[in-house]
């Protein structure tokens, strides 16, 4: 049973920085590229940053480069996003995403972790 735990969201003010950590189980953490989305109220989920299986290659999204950094730990199953100069338009639940291959490709989703940035 494949399982991505969230933890690390809160309330943070304008400028400040938060960690939000994703502890994944269930299937081969090493060898699978991890995402963190995002969700706003009354928008659509996007793509915030996605790392590759060994972490040697990252991306994000427009908005938040130069600000936020995905990293990950393949000996804890476990995948970091550093967020920093944290703006009010960054409030959302994170969430956590795997797209693993069995059969076929499955896609699995965290139960979202709410980050708050206000004064």
């Not at 995002?38 to 480069?65: F, H, M, N």
């Amino acid at each position: 049973q494949v399982q991505l735990v969230e933890s690390g969201g809160g309330l943070v003010q304008p400028g400040g920085s938060v960690r939000l950590s994703c502890v994944a189980s269930g299937f081969t953490f090493s060898t699978n590229a991890m995402s963190w989305y995002r969700q706003a109220p009354g928008k659509e989920r996007e793509l915030v940053a996605r790392i590759s299986s060994t972490g040697g290659s990252t991306s994000y999204v427009d908005d938040v480069k130069g600000r936020f950094t995905i990293s990950r730990d393949n000996a804890k199953n476990t995948v970091y996003l550093q967020m920093n100069s944290l703006k009010p338009e960054d409030t959302a639940v994170y969430y956590c995403y795997a797209r693993v291959y069995w059969s076929h490709w499955y896609e699995y989703w965290g139960q979202g972790t709410q980050v708050t940035v206000s004064s």
